[in-house]
């Protein structure tokens, strides 16, 4: 099976029971289902307002900051150009490192997994839900499958995907490379 995968800016696959929690006024986190293995120490993060408070501080304010990418500085010329960025592998490669800091490192006494648990319960979970909804589609040797996505899922899908013996993955840049190309005449 060929599956086509691009990305989009935002998320257009979603998994069940998304639960969505405010964690300051900048920054939205979801949790899809039920958490794993030493989760139900996140959940009582979550209800209560002194830990929490204390998480998002972290979250806000700690070093790994200054490790933080940049902003694009270009404005984006079209859509075909804003799906080629989002689908350069250097790119994707570059956003996963981004899981590795923030939240991942928190501790919320030391030497425990908190953070760990955070974004493996978070990103690597809702990730593997996707691929998995993505296994049941009925589907044959000679279908073809069109994922748009959100790009942040790339980092992790694409690893799925590239080494899924059910899954052929197929980069989009090329066709998008000739749509620009056609577009430019």
Excluded at 66 to 93: C, T
């Amino acid at each position: 099976m060929r599956l086509f995968f691009t990305a989009l800016l935002c998320c257009a696959l979603c998994t069940q029971k998304a639960q969505t929690f405010d964690a300051s006024p900048c920054v939205k986190i979801m949790t899809l289902g039920v958490f794993h293995f030493d989760y139900a120490n996140l959940d009582s993060i979550f209800n209560d307002p002194a830990r929490l408070k204390k998480f998002e501080d972290y979250y806000l304010t700690n070093p790994d900051s200054v490790y933080q990418l940049p902003a694009p500085k270009m404005k984006i010329k079209s859509v075909i150009d804003a799906l080629i960025e989002s689908n350069n592998p250097e790119r994707v490669r570059e956003r996963l490192s981004v899981y590795l800091l923030h939240p991942f490192k928190y501790e919320e006494t030391p030497g425990d997994f908190t953070g760990v648990d955070f974004e493996t319960g978070r990103w690597y979970n809702r990730n593997l839900r996707i691929f998995r909804n993505i296994q049941r589609i009925p589907h044959n040797n000679d279908d073809r499958i069109l994922l748009i996505i959100g790009s942040e899922h790339l980092n992790l899908l694409n690893l799925f995907f590239d080494i899924s013996r059910e899954f052929e993955l197929v980069s989009p840049l090329q066709y998008l490379i000739s749509a620009k190309e056609i577009s430019s005449r």
